[in-house]
């Protein structure tokens, strides 16, 4: 009876797929941000998780920095409630959204530790770990399960990146390092896909991983499983294995291109090309250098501004030579169905990318941006929390796996080759 009375009354539930949903949300989280800040002047203050000695540490546990992290809380809580109404859930599902939020707190405190932060380690990735110590040593209960929505977090997070994927960076950073960038990125996805491909890797792994090492590491992975719809477990597989490769990385590198006797310049670009988080690089062209730190951000820059390009591609690629999962004919699917099929929030990410591009590239907007950066880093600590929290470490740990790691460092290995190659031949070659 009361089912009829609610449908006689038109009331219906929303029910919008998560795609949809995360860049609904996300769009217009970056609304709402802009609109205030030109209303009012103002943009919520992220709490501070930075620390290196006991005096920092008892600053980030201020009443001050306990407020700011109060308020992004009820920020990100309203936004994360209004995704659950999206996509037709209860709102009572979303109350172990609190547990998560203090996991990532408790994650970016970890990972706000600089001297972590020096060695390349990052809180993506004590996030993943504390969800997986607990799912795995107490397991995850049933309640806080309902608030696990790693890829409608991690959707919401790429849409807010887009802020910070400026296309006047990109003409800033200079013709040799957007040259160098292109070739690179092209070369080695190229070279990694097929060696995936040779030791029988799956395609979805295929994919991450190839993105991850030749692109721009952990955004790049996370990027092009949402393009592709790839299973959470592997791309928490290709994120680890992304960090804990990038580590000694950062002493390697600079003691090879002293040992080959490379300029600050040639180092630099070499770095950029070739370590896959930006974190990392800039410890390890500081180490090397100053000029070398330039232009190892350069480099870097340039390939992090080729992730839109590069996702909106893969999604293409994704959507044109797969058939639905739950079974089809094996034909090439019409291009309705390859609308249906594309992760809607690329178009999102790229929508945001083009908008502070064209119109809030200047420093008045630099506020709203660096807000957006800070939200965008909670929504991708969120998602690897959640990820921990439903994943079983064996997952992680297969025999599968272990073949991609080989093919991973081969992939690597590759990268660190022809990359000096193209950063000798783009930097230093005085044309």
């Not at 620390?51 to 306990?66: D, I, Q």
């Amino acid at each position: 009876m009361k089912k009829n009375l609610l449908s006689l009354s038109g009331v219906k539930r929303l029910h919008l797929t998560e795609d949809w949903t995360a860049t609904a949300v996300g769009l217009l989280f970056v609304a709402v941000s802009l609109a205030i800040f030109g209303l009012l002047g103002y943009t919520p203050q992220a709490a501070a998780f930075g620390w290196k000695n006991g005096g920092e540490l008892l600053a980030v546990f201020s009443a001050g920095n306990l407020f700011r992290l109060l308020t992004v809380f009820a920020i990100s809580y309203a936004f994360f409630v209004l995704a659950y109404i999206s996509l037709g859930k209860p709102v009572k599902d979303t109350l172990g959204y609190v547990i998560v939020f203090l996991l990532a707190a408790v994650a970016s405190l970890i990972g706000g530790n600089r001297t972590l932060g020096e060695w390349g380690l990052e809180t993506v990735i004590f996030s993943l770990l504390i969800g997986l110590l607990i799912n795995n040593v107490f397991g995850t209960p049933g309640w806080l399960r309902k608030s696990l929505s790693s890829e409608l977090y991690i959707k919401i997070g790429l849409i807010l990146l887009g802020a910070t994927i400026l296309f006047q960076n990109l003409l800033k950073s200079g013709a040799l390092g957007l040259i160098q960038s292109v070739i690179v990125v092209f070369a080695v996805w190229y070279f990694s896909f097929w060696l995936c491909r040779r030791f029988r890797v799956d395609r979805e792994l295929s994919v991450m991983l190839s993105s991850a090492v030749s692109i721009c590491g952990v955004s790049a992975a996370i990027a092009s499983a949402g393009a592709i719809k790839g299973d959470s477990r592997k791309l928490s597989y290709v994120v680890s294995l992304v960090l804990v490769v990038a580590v000694p990385m950062i002493i390697i590198m600079p003691l090879l291109a002293k040992l080959i006797g490379l300029d600050e310049i040639l180092a630099g670009a070499w770095i950029g090309g070739t370590i896959d988080t930006t974190g990392a690089v800039v410890a390890t062209g500081a180490i090397y250098g100053e000029e070398a730190l330039k232009t190892a951000t350069v480099v870097k820059f340039s390939q992090n501004v080729l992730l839109g390009i590069a996702a909106f591609f893969i999604a293409v690629y994704w959507s044109y030579t797969h058939s639905d999962k739950t079974g089809g004919d094996g034909q090439k699917p019409s291009l309705r169905l390859i609308w249906e099929r594309f992760p809607k929030f690329v178009l999102g990410f790229v929508f945001v990318s083009l908008l502070f591009s064209l119109f809030f590239a200047g420093e008045a907007y630099k506020p709203v941006a660096d807000s957006l950066k800070k939200f965008q880093n909670l929504w991708f600590t969120l998602g690897f929390v959640s990820i921990g929290l439903e994943t079983d470490f064996k997952a992680i740990v297969n025999s599968a796996h272990r073949k991609a790691t080989f093919v991973f460092l081969g992939a690597q290995l590759f990268n660190v080759l022809f990359t000096l190659l193209v950063a000798y031949l783009v930097f230093g070659i005085k044309w």
